[in-house]
């Protein structure tokens, strides 16, 4: 079978593609989704009852009246329950210790990234890493989530803050004012946009939902960190906001008599670099706290901190405004919340959430019969049966009070058992279909790297064998092999895989492909061994105008372009540079290989003709010119000169992508940079370090020699006096103010504060000297006959002017700098 080398080339990347997303299917798998459809209105699950008909079967009445919630991006568990919580947020720390409230520590799944959280936070699911890619962009939210449903419900919602919400939640708000976080810098007036509605909403009482996502505290994180100043200022303007809100919803509800609820919490927390994205522990943890007068503590009430999913206030919110729960929601109701209620409702909440997940663990996983949260559900249910005839029978009895509280802990068991088991439903690899996808990538990257040395030229005509080993004994046998494998594990009951659950025909297709690419590379591997080559290649010229090199250049540039339009890659930029710069030496090092060792010369434009036999494969080439091809060297006679040099240049040529390669990876390696990096260790924070001072001294004395070295050439002596001194100053500098020793002074004792003024100085000096001397150089170099003319040419009047304005200028900059050491030397006049 003939192939041209482009349509080799582009099976493939198709069959490439192909693999790369089956072991994608496996190691991002399905997310848990309900099956149901959102139009229908499914009635709330009935109480049960044993033999008796009970009469609750709507949706139990709301909890609250009101409920404002307040989110602050990046708001990590310690700024609130920590030293920082006491010292910037005593109202907040008030409530936690003393006041009518439960709080929480929330943990939020990987990416803690701000879209994803958000729509964990309302939905109850677990997004994936695709989310990432989706929090550039953010697309409205298909899911079933507590805003629609409060839309639903003739709830009015108004929100205030990040955009995100805006474009996840369209036409779901009555009245919103959305700010961008793509200003970074900004941590202000992002949040100043936000506060200035406050006075005005909380005096109004057409509302009943109000949300408010605070972004300055994150934009500290990326500026500076979790630990400078500007973050305790930030959590005190948060915590005089708190104050705020919690004082006129008490007021309100003297009006209404009727609890209100104001949430506050975290999407995500924040690194020590200020960053977040990751898992590590200062990401995932979160505060949640939930505030009300219906939380009242009796005297001697201590409440301790729990740790529960970012998850669970989903149902958490449902319940307490009268809602049904999110079809997708796999976290459980914070019964704290509920457990002031008579025991009869406690366990009508806990029913309502346990048939939810009962029913979303049904709809996702087939043996969902054998699951334990499953098995505890039923039993619960039975109970609570049981419960419901007791209590329509006798109203108080003790065998009534113990029965239902065996209820209430089979119910909160259920529900942890089954949150549990759909959380790792999300998180449960697809081995099964990342191995297949492993093996399929695998097979084509062998193909290619057989034929790498065939199809460097722009076209060619490839002979692959792909008739025989379809048609062979060793195909069969490798099908029916990798059938029965499948077979075994899909009739396994622990594994449940998405090649599985495809249709038995696309099964095949995917086990024919494996066996034929196997095949395939097994018969090249042996035509290579044993002929020295797998392909014939007929070259001929390609009239392209646009080389690969030119459409990478393009296609990277348009690419670098659109990246800067979202935050993360900004943060991220050297990712992007440092993958393309790898992309052009790999493509720079086959352009070199094509022209100095095959021949493919891409300047000319006339064909070639040329026959040659090399290791088995014909290469013909037309050309009505002679092929600039040196003469062999014979026996005994020494190669000529230009030989040896075209030879090295050809070489040269072809290592140079390779050096770079090198050399970019240990620059990567000497500074980590980005917001995900900055705190990794790397080579420059072990430079930079006080016990290596003496390594980094050398390296800079290295460093400034092989810069005069290759700046020198063809400079006169002044100039290269002046280059000498200039680069001597510089480093005089460095060392006075303690960043390199001198080899005089090991340890630098003795460099006072006048020392290193005086080394400043004569640094300035050295910089200062060097536009005054190339304007002296630029004057005498002159004969002495046109001396008058030139000083007056308006051209070198300008000049000259501009030289000794930029000398006046460093001297004033030295004057108006006075950092570091040189300050307290000039300050006390020790330097005369």
Not at 111 to 119: A, D, L
Not at 161 to 168: N, P
Not at 512 to 526: K, R, T, Y
Not at 804 to 819: E, P, Y
């Amino acid at each position: 079978m003939r192939l041209g080398s482009g349509a080799f080339a582009a099976t493939c990347v198709a069959i490439e593609v192909v693999g790369v997303a089956i072991f994608l299917r496996g190691f991002f798998p399905a997310p848990v989704r309900s099956s149901r459809t959102e139009d229908k209105l499914e009635p709330p699950a009935p109480e049960p009852a044993a033999g008796t008909s009970s009469n609750w079967t709507k949706l139990p009445p709301p909890l609250f009246s009101k409920a404002v919630i307040v989110l602050i991006d990046a708001l990590r568990d310690d700024f609130v329950f920590g030293s920082k919580g006491v010292k910037y947020m005593p109202y907040t720390t008030y409530l936690v210790e003393k006041g009518a409230s439960h709080s929480f520590v929330a943990e939020a799944k990987p990416p803690t990234v701000t879209m994803p959280r958000i729509k964990a936070l309302m939905t109850g699911s677990l997004p994936g890493f695709v989310d990432v890619i989706r929090n550039l962009n953010s697309p409205e939210l298909l899911e079933d989530n507590v805003i629609r449903q409060a839309k639903a419900a003739g709830k009015r919602i108004i929100f205030y803050g990040d955009e995100t919400w805006v474009k996840l939640f369209p036409k779901h708000f009555m009245e919103y004012d959305g700010t961008t976080s793509f200003f970074v810098s900004d941590y202000t007036e992002v949040d100043n946009n936000v506060t200035r509605h406050l006075d005005r909403v909380l005096k109004r009482g057409d509302w009943d939902i109000l949300i408010l996502h605070y972004l300055g505290l994150d934009h500290i994180g990326h500026i500076s960190g979790p630990n400078n100043p500007l973050i305790g200022h930030k959590l005190r303007e948060m915590d005089s906001i708190l104050m705020k809100i919690h004082a006129s919803l008490l007021s309100k509800e003297r009006e209404t008599l009727s609890p209100n609820l104001l949430v506050l919490c975290g999407d995500h927390g924040m690194s020590e670099s200020g960053s977040h994205g990751a898992s590590s522990k200062e990401e995932v943890s979160t505060p949640l706290i939930l505030i009300s007068s219906a939380f009242e503590r009796r005297p001697g009430d201590i409440r301790h901190t729990k740790h529960v999913q970012q998850t669970d206030l989903a149902a958490t919110l449902a319940i307490g405004l009268g809602l049904p729960i999110p079809k997708d929601s796999v976290g459980s109701l914070l019964f704290p919340v509920v457990e002031g209620k008579p025991i009869r409702e406690q366990l009508r909440f806990l029913h309502l959430n346990t048939v939810q997940l009962s029913k979303l663990l049904q709809e996702n996983v087939p043996s969902y019969e054998k699951d334990p949260g499953f098995e505890q559900f039923k039993m619960a249910e039975r109970l609570h049966g049981n419960w419901v005839k007791l209590h329509l029978e006798e109203n108080n009895s003790d065998v009534l009070i113990g029965l239902g509280t065996k209820v209430l802990r089979q119910y909160l068991g259920a529900l942890k058992t089954l949150s549990l088991s759909l959380s790792t439903q999300v998180a449960q690899y697809d081995i099964y279909s990342m191995a297949v996808g492993t093996v399929v990538v695998l097979e084509v990257l062998t193909l290619l790297l057989l034929s790498t040395p065939q199809v460097l030229h722009r076209r060619a005509d490839l002979d692959v064998a792909l008739s025989s080993p379809v048609f062979s004994l060793l195909f069969y046998l490798i099908f029916l092999v990798l059938s029965a494998i499948h077979v075994v594990v899909c009739t396994s009951a622990e594994n449940s895989c998405y090649l599985c659950s495809l249709p038995w025909l696309a099964a095949v297709g995917v086990i024919v492909l494996v066996a034929m690419l196997l095949c395939a590379v097994v018969s090249a591997l042996a035509r290579t061994v044993i002929n020295g080559t797998l392909l014939r290649k007929n070259v001929a010229y390609s009239g392209s105008a646009w080389s690969e090199v030119d459409h990478l250049l393009l296609l990277g540039t348009v690419g670098h372009v659109l990246s800067l339009g979202a935050s993360s890659f900004v943060e991220e930029e050297h990712q992007t540079w440092y993958f393309l710069v790898n992309t052009l030496c790999l493509t720079l090092s086959q352009e070199s290989c094509r022209s100095y060792f095959l021949g493919d010369n891409c300047e000319s434009q006339h064909p070639i003709h040329m026959e040659q036999q090399y290791e088995g494969a014909t290469f013909t080439l037309q050309d009505n010119t002679s092929y600039d091809d040196p003469e062999p060297v014979r026996e005994g006679e020494e190669p000529s000169p230009s030989k040896v040099f075209r030879s090295y240049k050809q070489w040269t040529v072809l290592a140079s992508p390779w050096l770079v390669l090198i050399c970019c990876r240990l620059l990567r390696s000497l500074n980590q940079t980005g917001v995900q990096g900055a705190h990794r260790p790397d080579f420059g924070h072990w430079l930079t370090s006080s016990e290596h001072k003496m390594q980094l001294s050398g390296l800079a004395t290295l460093s400034l020699l092989v810069i005069f070295v290759l700046v020198q050439r063809g400079c006169s002596t002044v100039s290269k006096a002046a280059l000498a001194l200039g680069l001597l100053g510089v480093f005089c500098y460095r060392a006075a103010i303690g960043n390199v020793l001198f080899p005089w002074q090991p340890d630098n004792k003795g460099i006072t504060n006048g020392s290193a003024l005086r080394c400043a100085c004569f640094c300035y000096a050295l910089i200062c000297s060097v536009p005054v001397a190339t304007y002296i150089i630029l004057v005498t170099s002159l004969r002495y006959h046109l001396f008058i003319w030139s000083v007056f040419s308006p051209k070198l009047l300008y000049e000259g002017m501009h030289l000794l304005i930029t000398a006046a200028l460093c001297v004033l900059f030295t004057a108006m700098d006075q950092s570091g050491p040189t300050r307290v030397c000039l300050k006390t006049d020790t330097c005369s």
